[in-house]
């Protein structure tokens, strides 16, 4: 796997996931700053991505923990008026929109 890490003068960061390789996350990983997605990146169950900044996937993103997709997705039909809301609102849960 292949992540390249800047830190940038003003001390924010950014990681870059290239497109020949795979990231797997089982535990908890938080990147403080964005994060840029080119490869494959799959979070299994009980796993946590969490990106300060911006989430940018060019890439593949799975998320292999279906209650907690379908918990999230019925918590936002509830409260949603909408499509486009709806995709707002499961983008906010799942921590790719900020």
Known sequence: MTL????NADGSGEV???D?????VGG???IHGSFKNTGKVKVFRDGR???DKDFLN???LFIND????????IEALKTTSTLSDLGI???EKLNLLQ
């Open 4 to 7: 390249i890490i800047r830190k």
């Open 16 to 18: 870059q996931h290239t």
């Open 20 to 24: 020949t390789t795979e990231a797997a």
């Open 28 to 30: 908890r990983v938080n």
């Open 49 to 51: 991505l969490e990106v």
């Open 58 to 60: 060019d890439g593949e």
């Open 66 to 73: 279906p209650e907690k997709i379908k918990q999230i997705i």
């Open 89 to 91: 609102k499961i983008l």
